[in-house]
């Protein structure tokens, strides 16, 4: 059976804002998701699918892969200080034709980011008709859009920043956030 590699995210350290510890411990929580995904599906290999047991097996697996592999989005659009830019981007030419401007793009996201609750900020791209727009995932796995692709992933779960902040400061992460977005990489998912 096919197993997930846990990617290595050891170059990803002296990010602006966010400290080399905290990174350290998100990766450590990452890495525990493929151990957990990897374990689950050997599991569910050896069980039998018709009982419940099974059955509930199936219902935390949208929990621990999801967990893996938006963790990976996550680190795959961080670089230090962040890389090459939003001015000028196609990413930036689609926010603007679905949101009037960038500014309003980025305001909809940050807003999206501080809504209550744990989970993810995501900027997906709707193949459907080639649109950006922002969604609030709850958890892992609770909300994603169906089909569309992951452009630009925030980790807004508190863990990603209580760290080096206190858990009320999660404003401050997303500007934090914000300047250690690789917009190289953000550009290359839209295809
Ligand atoms: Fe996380």
Same mark, same amino acid.
């Given at each position: 059976?096919?197993?997930?590699? @846990?990617?290595?995210?050891? =170059? ?40 419940? =047991? ?32 939003? @001015?000028?981007?196609?990413? @930036?030419?689609? =926010? ?16 999206? @980011?501080? =809504? ?76």
């Amino acid at each position: 059976m096919a197993t997930y590699p @846990a990617k290595d995210y050891s =170059a990803l350290r002296g990010l602006s804002g966010i400290t080399d510890e905290q990174i350290e411990v998100h990766l450590k929580l990452y890495n525990g998701y493929v151990t957990r995904t990897n374990a689950l599906l050997e599991t569910l290999a050896q069980t039998d699918p018709s009982t419940s =047991a099974y059955q509930e097996l199936k219902r935390r697996l949208g929990w621990e892969f999801n967990g893996m592999r938006l963790h990976e989005y996550y680190f795959d659009n961080l670089s230090a200080g962040g890389s090459g830019s939003l @001015a000028g981007s196609a990413f @930036a030419a689609k =926010a603007a034709e679905q949101y009037g401007s960038v500014e309003n793009w980025q305001k909809d996201f940050l807003s999206t @980011a501080k =809504a209550p609750g744990i989970g993810w900020t995501i900027c997906y791209l709707d193949p459907a008709n080639g649109g950006l727009i922002n969604f609030w995932v709850t958890e892992h796995e609770q909300g994603h859009p169906a089909g569309l692709i992951p452009v630009l992933v925030c980790d807004v779960f508190e863990h990603a920043f209580a760290v080096y902040r206190k858990p009320t400061d999660r404003a401050p992460y997303l500007d934090d956030f914000f300047a250690n977005i690789n917009w190289d990489v953000v550009n290359q998912r839209l295809g």
